[in-house]
């Protein structure tokens, strides 16, 4: 087949509709997933739309952001979801792709987890005895109410087709709602191109930033939510290893909401809010530490192993599955500071990082965004027929 003949075959699909409340890349999470798969897709010759209530993002594709409504939040959900179904019904596009639960939808691709999951993670992460109470009030919450209702609906219409970030985001689905035609297409995330000369340099910037010397351990962790990423947990867990090994370490926490602060170098915590520039902290780091309560297919957890540093994340985390083969330690859960800690330990080693990471550079392909949308073209023709 020749050049033009496999680009007209790719055409097939033509026109593509994706639909997620806020479109803020730099956020990071589903927008900057989103951001990065629409615009792969448009590099291939696809026409692809982005609707959304707010955007803050100049794109190589078209962003059209519907008027809304200044009511509450459950009506001013309600309302842009009713919206994107005129927006479906009108049939101008080949394939509708939602992160949302909307009925008539092409493809549902919860990329932040099904919200049975994300009512089981917040009870989990808090004391036993308000376990109920924070279960009661999350199933009563207006906007989670009219997620959880449609979420239902679209599980059970066969015409839309349930996509998974990750196996565990699958396994939810088939466990909470008995859906079995899920299909999964494992996370991607784009890197920026760095030889190894650029990230020495990186490494050197950081580490001088913070007054850490080259072989003091340096372990990163990220995220907006520090509940939800088990910030408080990583502290702990980092203050008993620090105690019981006696290893010389900084925690360095980033993109904490209102909690960037000066660097105090030689400080075992350092906090910075967001950072437009995380591969040079990555570069600067031995280890990523992702404590989630809940976690679709982490962002962070990808890029570590894509950039070839080892990492450490919770079985709640989909991203996890890459670590089982070699890229890194899963542990059983958040508050497991002693397992936390025994596995930072074995990150001490020099010799097990460097087979760490060997196992993640092996990985870095497979994690790529063109293998991400190749999987997706596919699904996509499938559809059409």
């Given at each position: 087949?020749?050049?033009?003949?496999?680009l007209t075959?790719?055409r097939?699909?033509?026109?593509?509709a994706?639909?997620?409340?806020?479109?803020?890349?730099?956020?990071?999470?589903?927008?900057?997933s989103?951001a990065?798969?629409a615009?792969e897709?448009?590099?291939?010759?696809?026409?692809?739309?982005?609707?959304?209530?707010?955007?803050d993002s100049?794109?190589?594709?078209?962003v059209v952001?519907l008027?809304g409504?200044p009511?509450g939040?459950?009506?001013?959900?309600?309302?842009?979801?009713?919206?994107?179904?005129?927006?479906?019904d009108?049939?101008?596009?080949?394939?509708?792709?939602?992160?949302l639960?909307i009925?008539?939808a092409?493809v549902?691709?919860?990329r932040?987890?099904?919200?049975p999951a994300?009512?089981?993670a917040?009870?989990r992460r808090?004391p036993?005895?308000?376990?109920?109470?924070?279960?009661f009030?999350?199933t009563?919450?207006?906007?989670q109410q009219?997620?959880?209702?449609?979420?239902?609906?679209?599980?059970?219409?066969?015409?839309t087709?349930?996509?998974?970030?990750?196996?565990?985001?699958a396994?939810?689905?088939?466990?909470?709602?008995?859906?079995?035609?899920?299909r999964v297409?494992?996370n991607?995330?784009?890197v920026?191109?760095?030889?190894?000369e650029?990230?020495?340099?990186?490494?050197?910037?950081?580490?001088?930033?913070?007054?850490?010397?080259d072989?003091?351990?340096?372990?990163?962790?990220?995220?907006?939510?520090?509940?939800?990423?088990g910030i408080g947990c990583?502290?702990?867990a980092?203050d008993?290893?620090?105690?019981?090994?006696g290893v010389a370490?900084t925690?360095l926490?980033?993109?904490?909401k209102?909690?960037?602060?000066?660097?105090?170098p030689?400080?075992?915590v350092?906090?910075?809010g967001?950072?437009?520039?995380?591969?040079?902290?990555y570069?600067?780091?031995?280890v990523?530490?992702?404590?989630?309560?809940?976690?679709?297919?982490?962002?962070v957890?990808?890029?570590?192993?894509?950039w070839?540093?080892?990492s450490?994340t919770?079985?709640y985390?989909?991203?996890?599955?890459?670590?089982a083969?070699g890229?890194?330690?899963?542990?059983?859960?958040?508050?497991?500071?002693a397992?936390?800690?025994?596995?930072l330990?074995?990150?001490?080693?020099p010799?097990?990082?460097?087979?760490?990471?060997?196992?993640c550079l092996?990985?870095?392909?497979?994690?790529?965004?063109?293998?991400h949308?190749?999987?997706?073209?596919a699904?996509?023709?499938?559809?059409?027929?």
């Open positions: 087949m020749d050049a033009a003949a496999a075959k790719r097939i699909i033509t026109k593509i994706f639909f997620i409340e806020s479109f803020t890349p730099g956020r990071g999470g589903r927008e900057m989103t990065q798969v615009s897709l448009s590099a291939r010759g696809h026409e692809v739309s982005v609707f959304c209530r707010s955007a100049a794109a190589s594709f078209r952001c008027p409504l009511r939040k459950r009506a001013a959900l309600e309302h842009f979801i009713g919206q994107c179904r005129h927006v479906i009108s049939g101008a596009f080949d394939v509708t792709h939602s992160v639960p009925p008539g092409s549902y691709q919860p932040g987890g099904i919200v994300q009512i089981e917040s009870v808090r036993a005895a308000l376990g109920g109470l924070v279960r009030f999350n009563f919450r207006a906007s009219l997620l959880a209702r449609l979420e239902r609906q679209v599980m059970g219409e066969e015409r087709c349930i996509l998974a970030v990750s196996e565990l985001v396994q939810d689905a088939r466990r909470c709602y008995g859906c079995q035609r899920v297409v494992f991607a995330v784009q920026p191109q760095a030889n190894d650029l990230r020495r340099q990186w490494r050197q910037e950081v580490r001088a930033q913070l007054g850490l010397p072989d003091w351990l340096l372990v990163l962790t990220a995220g907006h939510n520090a509940r939800l990423k990583a502290i702990s980092h008993e290893f620090r105690r019981s090994s370490s925690l926490c980033l993109g904490l209102g909690k960037h602060r000066p660097l105090q030689g400080q075992p350092q906090t910075l967001h950072v437009s520039d995380i591969f040079r902290y570069s600067a780091a031995d990523v530490l992702l404590l989630s309560w809940q976690d679709a297919c982490s962002r957890i990808l890029e570590a192993v894509r070839g540093v080892p450490i919770t079985r985390n989909g991203a996890a599955e890459v670590l083969e890229a890194g330690i899963v542990v059983e859960s958040p508050d497991d500071s397992g936390v800690a025994a596995a330990a074995t990150m001490c080693d010799a097990s990082r460097a087979h760490m990471r060997r196992a092996a990985k870095a392909d497979y994690l790529s965004i063109r293998r949308v190749d999987e997706l073209e699904l996509y023709r499938e559809l059409a027929r």
